[in-house]
C-alpha cells in the first residue's frame, strides 16, 4: 500500500492550503485515514483523522480551523487547513488503517511527508 500526499508549501499567517493523500495498491478496505504532523524538535502528533463511517476526530489545536474529509471511492483524504500560523509549520504526514485482500486485520501506513511552512 502506498501513501502519495500533496498539497503542501509556503503560505502567509492568516493563509489556506489544502493536503490531499491518496492510498493506492493491495486495498480490501480502509477503516480510517488521518494526518499527523511534525515539527522540528517536536514528536510527531495527530491532526486529524476520519474514518471509512464519516466519523472526526480533531486535535484541539486545529478545531474550528482545518476540515478533513475523504472520498471512500478514490480511497483519499483532504485536510483543509485555514486560518494557518507559524505554529503549523510541520511536515504533515497521512496515515491509513488498511486491510488488504486476503488479510484479516488492518495495518497500518504512512506516506512521505509533506512541508508545510507558514510565515509571520
Known amino acids: 500500500v502506498q501513501l502519495q500526499a500533496s498539497g503542501g508549501g509556503l503560505v502567509q499567517a492568516g493563509g489556506s492550503l489544502r493536503l490531499s493523500c491518496a492510498a493506492s495498491?493491495?486495498?480490501?478496505?480502509?477503516?480510517?485515514m488521518g494526518w499527523y504532523r511534525q515539527a522540528p524538535g517536536k514528536q510527531r502528533e495527530l491532526v486529524a483523522v476520519?474514518?471509512?463511517?464519516?466519523?472526526?476526530n480533531y486535535a484541539d489545536f486545529v478545531k474550528g480551523r482545518f476540515t478533513i474529509s475523504g472520498d471512500n471511492a478514490k480511497n483519499t483524504v483532504y485536510l483543509q487547513m485555514n486560518s494557518l500560523n507559524p505554529e503549523d509549520t510541520a511536515v504533515y504526514y497521512c496515515?491509513?488503517?488498511?486491510?488488504?485482500?486476503?488479510?484479516?486485520?488492518?495495518?497500518?501506513?504512512w506516506g512521505k511527508g509533506t512541508q508545510v511552512t507558514v510565515s509571520s
Open positions: 495498491g493491495n486495498i480490501s478496505s480502509i477503516n480510517a
Open positions: 476520519i474514518t471509512s463511517g464519516g466519523s472526526t
Open positions: 496515515n491509513a488503517a488498511v486491510t488488504g485482500w486476503g488479510k484479516r486485520r488492518p495495518s497500518d501506513y
